[in-house]
């Protein structure tokens, strides 16, 4: 593989927090960086209504507004940002690490895999309309907005509950409601909903809509019976549908885990030498903006070594190279 070979140093694949931020430190490395994605901005984090967690706030944003200031930072740093869908790679050619654009293939020394994970796409009635007033995903994201609110979290598994549990220290009022006949928890986790006083758990009813007027007003339910019920609440959490990795064009290209997660080592180093990856794609327990910037920028670190051929990380960065 020659120079004269490569499209770019180091090819990203992902417009959030992850890809931004790994392409601000490749391209502060000197390193030729492309950005590739769908839009100028993409994933979860240009979806959020209100972020008011993210390191350096002084006002609370909407996700895109913030993820916009972490774009124009990578750009002025020198990162090109092309608008297309991925349709496949090509890990294994001696001409470099091959990536099918809409319109063009690049090849890169590194590529950094930043597609992130997202909800399944079918909706719930409602939930779209009252996105930002009053339905949410994320407890340590937007649980603050609903202090001394009567709050709902609709799931089917622990984390939906644990994520119950954590807002019984924020909200007024809890209701736990699952589709399923019974809680089917056990141990440590079953002690501390006993145990929590605001916490109400609610079993067997399957959410048909979620109601209100200007901001929700509570959900609408049936139970086994097809009979309805309403649940009054100022806030929605839903944990439904889940999450899944944006990997499909990827076709196992690298090692999976079984729900499709990237399996990377702690240098956010895939099976497959010069290719990484960083964010909510990742397989990993904790998905948070500043996490995902974070493995962006150890990813970025972990690219440079590769394709410079040194023997260790450089973590001594200065100004912008020309």
Known sequence: MTDSDLTCDVLIIGGGPAGFTAGLYAARAGLRTVVSSPTEL????????????????TD??????????IRSQAMAAGVEQVLE????????DERGLQVYGGSQMHAAAAVILATGAMAPSDKTPGEEEFLGRGVAYCVACDG????????????????????????????????YVT???????????????????????????????IIGDDMVTGARFTDANKQVQ????????????????????????????????????????????????????????????????????VAALAAEKHVRGSTRVKVDRGSVKS
Request: net charge negative; charged share 25%; with cysteine.
């Open 60 to 69: 609370p944003l909407t996700g895109r507004e913030l993820l916009e200031k």
């Open 230 to 297: 309403v649940i009054d609440a100022g806030g929605v959490f839903l944990y439904l549908r889940g999450f899944a990795p944006a990997t499909d064009f990827l076709l196992d290209a690298v090692d999976l885990d079984e729900k499709g997660y990237i399996i990377t080592d702690e240098m956010m180093n895939t099976s497959i030498p010069g290719v990484f990856a960083a964010g909510d794609v990742r397989k990993k327990q904790v998905r948070q903006m500043c996490v995902a910037a974070g493995e962006g920028a």
């Open 42 to 57: 993409s994933g979860m984090m240009s979806m959020a209504p209100r972020v008011e967690n993210f390191p350096g706030q």
């Open 179 to 209: 589709a399923r006949a019974e809680l089917g928890i056990e141990g440590g986790l079953a002690d501390v909903v006993a145990e929590a006083d605001n916490l109400t758990t609610v079993t067997g009813l399957t959410l048909q809509e």
């Open 85 to 92: 869908s991925i349709a496949g790679v090509n890990f294994s």
């Open 144 to 175: 603050p907005l609903f202090q001394g609110e009567k709050v709902l979290v609709i799931g089917n598994d622990d984390q939906a509950i644990e994520e119950a549990v954590a807002l019984t220290e924020i909200a007024d009022e809890v209701t």
